[in-house]
C-alpha cells in the first residue's frame, strides 16, 4: 500500500477561524493576491476582507437586494455581482470604487444573473433568461449575446483557455459556445430523477481544460465529460439525499483536489486522482459556498450562519498544489436559488 493511500481521513468539527458577517453568505471569492477575500450576502452588501488579519476591509453596497452570485477577474481588478432582482454592479477590486450603475442584462428576469469574467478582464459573461451576454467592461456595453431560448441560465464558465463558454441551465442541459466565432459547439443533455427544468446545473473546468465538471442539487451528482466529444464519462459523486438547498463544489488552482457539500451540513475533500476523500469538515448548517485559499491550503465555506469557515486542509491534499498558476480560483460561483426564502 503507497503512502498516499495510507492516509486517514481527517474529520474536524472545528474551523481554524471564522468570519463573522452580518448576513448569510451567498458566494465567497479569494483574490489572487492571497491576502483578500470577497464575499456576497444577503443583506446586498459586498464585503472585502485581510486573510491575514481576519479582519473585513471595506463594504461595497449594492441596491438593496440579496447580493447573489459573485466573480473576480483573473488579476483582480475587478469584482462583479448580481442580485435577486436580475441587477449587476461592478466595482474596481482595490479601491472598491463603482465601476457601474446597476444593469440588467435581460431587463424584467428578475432573476440573479450568473458571472464570469473572460481572461484578460475586457468581458464579462451574465446569463439569463433565454440568453447569456457579454459585455465590455470598459465601456459596458454589450457585445455579443448566446440565445438558448427557453432555457434559464445558472452558471456560466470561461474554460481556461478562454475559447469555449460553458453556460448551465435549469433544463438539465449544458450548452458550449465558441465566443469568437458566435457558433454553438454543443449542447449537453441528461436525465434527472427530480425530471425536466427542476434543477440548477452548476460548473467547473479541470486545470488542463480537457474536462469539464457539472453537478446539481436535485440528484446530488457530480459528473465528469470529456470535452473533445463533450460525452460523459463517469459520475465523480453521487449523494444519498436530495436536497432543496443550492449545491456547490470547487477546486483548487492545481486541479487535484474538490470539496463539495454533502445534506448532513459537511465539506467533503475527494482527490481527484483516484476519488478518495481525504477530509470531511462539520459545518454549522448546509455550506452554500466553498472556495479555495490560492495555495490550497486552506479550505473556507459559508452559509445562513452568518459566517465564513476556514478549515485547513491536509498535507497530502496541497502538497502539489503550491503554485497557482491558472485561474485565480477553481470556484463555482452558484446563483443562490430560494435560499433566503
Not at 64 to 83: T, V
Not at 132 to 159: I, M, P
Not at 176 to 182: F, R
Not at 278 to 288: T, V
Request: hydrophobic share 35%.
Amino acid at each position: 500500500m503507497t503512502e498516499e493511500i495510507a492516509h486517514s481521513i481527517v474529520r474536524s468539527s472545528i474551523p481554524v477561524r471564522q468570519f463573522h458577517d452580518l448576513g448569510g453568505v451567498a458566494a465567497v471569492a479569494v483574490f489572487p493576491d492571497r491576502r483578500r477575500m470577497a464575499t456576497s450576502s444577503s443583506d446586498g452588501i459586498v464585503r472585502l476582507w485581510d486573510l491575514k488579519a481576519g479582519h473585513m476591509l471595506m463594504e461595497l453596497e449594492g441596491r438593496g437586494p440579496a447580493m447573489r452570485d459573485m466573480a473576480l477577474s483573473w488579476d483582480g481588478k475587478l469584482i462583479a455581482s448580481s442580485d435577486d432582482q436580475g441587477y449587476v454592479i461592478a466595482w474596481h477590486g482595490d479601491t472598491g470604487r463603482q465601476l457601474i450603475q446597476a444593469f440588467q442584462p435581460n431587463p424584467g428576469s428578475n432573476r440573479s444573473c450568473p458571472l464570469d469574467f473572460f481572461l484578460d478582464g475586457t468581458t464579462i459573461a451574465a446569463g439569463s433568461y433565454n440568453a447569456t451576454t457579454l459585455w465590455n467592461t470598459e465601456t459596458w456595453q454589450r457585445k455579443d449575446t448566446f440565445s438558448h431560448t427557453n432555457h434559464v441560465a445558472t452558471c456560466v464558465r470561461y474554460s481556461p483557455s478562454g475559447k469555449l463558454l460553458a453556460i448551465g441551465t435549469t433544463s438539465n442541459c449544458i450548452f458550449i459556445w465558441d465566443p469568437a466565432t458566435k457558433q454553438s459547439i454543443a449542447s449537453v443533455e441528461y436525465a434527472s430523477s427530480q425530471g425536466p427544468h427542476s434543477t440548477e446545473v452548476m460548473l467547473m473546468w479541470t486545470a488542463d481544460g480537457t474536462r469539464l465538471l457539472s453537478g446539481d442539487w436535485s440528484d446530488v451528482i457530480i459528473r465528469e465529460w470529456d470535452s473533445s466529444t463533450w460525452t460523459q464519462i463517469s459520475n465523480i459523486w453521487k449523494g444519498y439525499t436530495y436536497t432543496q438547498s443550492p449545491w456547490r463544489f470547487a477546486m483548487n488552482c492545481g486541479g487535484t483536489v474538490i470539496a463539495f457539500p454533502t445534506t448532513d451540513n459537511r465539506v467533503r475533500l475527494m482527490r481527484l486522482s483516484d476519488r478518495r476523500t481525504i477530509a470531511i469538515f462539520q459545518h454549522s448548517d448546509f455550506p452554500c459556498c466553498i472556495a479555495f485559499s490560492m495555495d490550497g491550503k486552506h479550505i473556507l465555506a459559508g452559509g445562513k450562519d452568518n459566517k465564513i469557515s476556514e478549515w485547513a486542509v491536509p498535507e497530502h491534499g496541497w502538497s502539489q498544489d503550491t503554485s497557482p498558476n491558472d485561474r485565480a480560483t477553481y470556484q463555482v460561483s452558484w446563483r443562490l436559488f430560494s435560499i433566503y426564502s
